[in-house]
C-alpha cells in the first residue's frame, strides 16, 4: 500500500470520528482533550462543557471557577449579579482576550427580554458611526436554555466607584466629561428611536479600571490624611439594555429604577425620550454630591421630594394623572402633602433636602449657575418642556469650563 493511500484513509477515518457538542460530557479525560482536524490538518485542543447542573431555583445558571461555558469560554470569575442573572468574566480561547457573558435566568420572561437586548445592540452596533459610547456586542447564544450575551470587558461602573470611595462625590471637571459622553449616548439611541428607560450608574461602565488616589478633602485625624479614588480616564460606555424600547410599540406603564423615574411616569401621564434625560439629570446630581437625589420607595414621598429641590408640580399634570396617581393631590392640583405622609421619618426626609441651586452650590465651586441651569432643564417636569440630549449637549456648561 502506497503512501498516498495510507493518508486518504487517515483522512477518511477523520472525517467519520464524531463530534462532541457543546453539552456532551467526554467519557473520558484523553477524549476532553483529543484533537480535532481542521481543513488544513491542524490539530486543535477541544475543551468540553461540564456535566449538566440543575439551576438554582431562581433560575440562575450553577457554575464552578475554571469551567467551560461552552469549549469557547473559560469561566475566571463572577464580576457582578441582577435581577436578569450573573455576569462572568471569562476567557476567549479563539480570540485570546478577555470578556464578559450576560448569562440569563432560564425563566421566559428574562429570555425574552434579553432576545430584545440582542436585538438592541446589534442595532446600535450596525449604525455606529465614530463612538456611540454604547457597549459592543461580541456574540451570543443559547446555552442549557440560558441565553449568553458576551461583550468586550470593561472596567466598574459609576457607582461601584462611588462606593468605593465611600459615596465621595466626583470633581465637576470629571462630571462634565461624563456628562457629555452620557448625552452623546443618548442622542445616538434616540437618533436610532430608540429609549433606553434605566439610565443609572450602576449601567454606566468606565472603559479602564486603572485609577489614582489623591487625597480627600475629609480628614481621619488632625494627622492622617483620607484618600479617595479617582479613574485615570474618564471614557464611558452606557450598558443593559434589556429594557430598552422602541419608540413607536406600546409602552409598559412603569420603567425606570425608581430613584431616576420622572413624574410622568408616576402620575401616569405616558412617557417617551424625555424620561431618559430626566434620567440623566438625576446622575448629574448624584455623580456631584455622591448621594441619589432621590432616596424613596414611595410615590407620594417621591413627588413631595421632587417639589421640595424643583418647586411645586405643574397644576395641568396633576390634573391629567391617572392610573390610581389622582389620590396624591387635594382637589385635584395640590399635592397631599404632608397630610398624606405614611410617617413622620418620611416628612424628615423630605425636609432635609435642599433646593437644587443649594444643593449644587454645596457641593460645586466652578461652574455652579451653568451646572444649574442645565440641571433645571434635564429636570424640567413637563416633558415637552425638558432639554433633548442634543439640546443639553450644546448648553453652555459643556461649552465653557470656567
Not at 430608540?194 to 488616589?213: A, Q
Amino acid at each position: 500500500m502506497g503512501t498516498t493511500e495510507i493518508k486518504n484513509m487517515e483522512r477518511e477515518r477523520t472525517r467519520k470520528r464524531p463530534r462532541l457538542t457543546w453539552d456532551d460530557a467526554p467519557s473520558s479525560e484523553t477524549e476532553a482533550q483529543r484533537a480535532l482536524v481542521s481543513g488544513d490538518g491542524v490539530f486543535q485542543i477541544r475543551h468540553a462543557s461540564p456535566p449538566r447542573r440543575e439551576d438554582d431555583r431562581e433560575g440562575h445558571y450553577v457554575f464552578n471557577l475554571g469551567e467551560n461555558l461552552t469549549p469557547r469560554y473559560k469561566i475566571l470569575s463572577k464580576m457582578g449579579e441582577g435581577t436578569f442573572g450573573r455576569v462572568l468574566e471569562c476567557w476567549d480561547r479563539q480570540t485570546r482576550e478577555y470578556v464578559a457573558i450576560k448569562v440569563v435566568r432560564s425563566i421566559p420572561k428574562y429570555r425574552e427580554a434579553a432576545m430584545i437586548e440582542v436585538d438592541v445592540l446589534q442595532r446600535l452596533a450596525k449604525n455606529e458611526r465614530g463612538s456611540s459610547r454604547c457597549v459592543h456586542i461580541r456574540n451570543w447564544f443559547d446555552y442549557r436554555n440560558h441565553i449568553c450575551i458576551v461583550f468586550e470587558k470593561l472596567g466598574p461602573s459609576l457607582f461601584d466607584f462611588l462606593k468605593r470611595n465611600k459615596y465621595c462625590s466626583f470633581p465637576v471637571d470629571l462630571v462634565r466629561e461624563f456628562g457629555r459622553q452620557l448625552l452623546e449616548s443618548v442622542a445616538y439611541m434616540h437618533d436610532l428611536r430608540l429609549i433606553h428607560t434605566d439610565l443609572k450608574p450602576e449601567n454606566i461602565l468606565l472603559v479602564s479600571s486603572e485609577f489614582v488616589k489623591i487625597p480627600s478633602c475629609k480628614r481621619i485625624s488632625s494627622d492622617e490624611m483620607q484618600f479617595r479614588c479617582l479613574p485615570k480616564s474618564s471614557a464611558i460606555k452606557l450598558i443593559d439594555f434589556g429594557s430598552t424600547a422602541f419608540d413607536n410599540q406600546n409602552h409598559s406603564s412603569i420603567v425606570s429604577t425608581r430613584h431616576y423615574r420622572a413624574p410622568e411616569i408616576i402620575l401616569g401621564l405616558g412617557w417617551s425620550y424625555p424620561c431618559d434625560l430626566w434620567s440623566l439629570g438625576c446622575i448629574l446630581v448624584e455623580l456631584i454630591s455622591g448621594k441619589a437625589l432621590f432616596q424613596t420607595h414611595e410615590n407620594l414621598e417621591h413627588l413631595a421630594m421632587m417639589e421640595r429641590v424643583l418647586g411645586p408640580l405643574p397644576e395641568h399634570m396633576a390634573r391629567r394623572s391617572k392610573r390610581g396617581a389622582e389620590k396624591y393631590f387635594r382637589h385635584g392640583i395640590r399635592l397631599n402633602w404632608p397630610e398624606g405622609a405614611v410617617s413622620r421619618e418620611s416628612i424628615r426626609a423630605v425636609r432635609k433636602l435642599d433646593h437644587l441651586k443649594e444643593l449644587v452650590a454645596r457641593h460645586v465651586d466652578s461652574s455652579r449657575s451653568s451646572l444649574t441651569d442645565l440641571l433645571h432643564g434635564l429636570l424640567a417636569y413637563d416633558p415637552s418642556e425638558r432639554l433633548t440630549a442634543r439640546e443639553a449637549l450644546d448648553h453652555p456648561f459643556f461649552k465653557d469650563p470656567t
